[in-house]
């Protein structure tokens, strides 16, 4: 069932996914009503250990050891030489939620309809996709390209590196390659390998080590399957997920009102929606100084960020977000109508722009490899 035309005054103000050959990104178009967004569900989780291998169950989880009032974690220590980097310029693509997939068919295939390989879902993408969807109508610095194909009725969506996202990767000063790590130490302060573990700062850091969870949801009349890294969980053991993990950020500390402001308008909006779309109900984030010594923690809950922003002159809106989502989800579903794991719908956007696609057939953007098309084929 198509979705409605998005606009309520009339096709002169711009946009009909279901009509155009390109979609609008102005945040005026999106102001309605929040749309349903269902209670994401685990429905299962996968690890990625220190060699970068898949496994489908959860032993690279973490456990959240909270800090002491004053902290003084020094981010830098250990960066010269106790850090193992995973090599960025590999292209990992969907690859590891596809291998979950595949070891979990039975838990996600319908029923009694037609074939039994058939996914109960829509879409299939990295919950970082989808936060930058969410995100798209306020960006107004990096566009991005993604990749969809249509597999037996379900949409897979892959980003696609830019060609300026590449150029910044490979052109990265000292200093930036240095306050990547100081997110990823943070965590090693504040992270603890089993329910009764204290965190190890002295050990070796390792960002091949990932704990993903896979969650189910619907936005309008689109079902979703994601998958996200998660950093931590709380140690209750009585918590279910996704309620139960927290989200581990690090940011300036802020000085003056022009840094709070800032920091309202445009960290809590990326804050928001990558923590919002899997459930997660909280972002612990260390506030570190221009040495990288954090000098302060603090617990942001989801659900009051909203709140938090109201005050801010011109700001983000969650409505917004999730409208420019879903509406694009019904711009993907009508574009992308050949079922052929050999074709790719290029959807690209640049900020100021509408977003607009082209079609490829057998090019290096195919992005379903022969052992998942052949997995779900038998
Ligand atoms: O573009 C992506 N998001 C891709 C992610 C492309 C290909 C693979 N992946 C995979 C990796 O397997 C990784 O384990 O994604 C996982 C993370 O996916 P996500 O949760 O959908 O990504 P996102 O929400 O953007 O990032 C979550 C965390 C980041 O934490 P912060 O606090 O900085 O937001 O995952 C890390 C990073 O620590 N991260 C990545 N790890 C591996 N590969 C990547 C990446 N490309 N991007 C972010
Ligand atoms: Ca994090």
Redesign the pocket.
Known sequence: RPSRPQNQSGPSRGQNPLSSRSLSTRRELYEKDFPVYKQPVEVGCFS?DSERRFFNDGRQMRYYVEPDRSPNFDLRDGYKDRFIK?D?SV????D?MLRWILANRSKLSSKGTASSCDLDVDFVT????L?KLLTAPYETREGWLLAVTRFRGTLYI??VETEVARRDRENRTGRHKEMMYW??KFEQYTCADSVHGRPDPGGVLN?NE?F?TVVQTRLADHRLL????V?CRDKDPNAPAPACYI???TSAEICTPKQRSNFHRFKLLKWWA?SFLPGVPRVVAGFRDDEGVVVAVETFPISKISHLIKNEHNCWKPTVCMNFCSDFLSFVKHIATEDNPSVVYLLSWEPRRDVTFSVHRDSPYCFLPHWYVEGMTS
């Open positions: 990625l995973r960025d292209k990992e693509k969907l590891h990295w919950r970082g996709h936060t892959s980003e997110g990823y960002t990932a993903c994601f998958s996200g890294e950093d989200e581990l950020k990558q």
